[in-house]
């Protein structure tokens, strides 16, 4: 089940119910906080796009810098650390958000 933020960011997005990659994004960056508050920096709304230079404009824990470039890369297959890097450095909600994106993305759940 969703968030109430998530289904806003479709919403908003006008994303079809098909697209699982973004469904993996946005699941991701509604359901952390942090990642909420910034959405703006992270995602271009107009042009339907991640603003893959946040990373240079955003100051992020390391545990939120991994689930972006984890999303990012569920979105685009952009470039990411090694699931090792990017699992040792979650903490029990994140890691359990990452893996709810993951099977969002190749339609396990």
Known sequence: MQNKEYYELIERDNTNPKD???RALFTILSENEELY???DSLYDFENHW???DCFEKIDFSNGTRKLVQLAFNLYNNNPSPTPLE???SLDSDNYDLAMKAINIRFNKI
Do not use: V
């Open 37 to 39: 508050s910034k959405i």
């Open 50 to 52: 991640i603003n893959d």
């Open 20 to 22: 699982n990659e973004r």
């Open 86 to 88: 990017i699992f040792s």
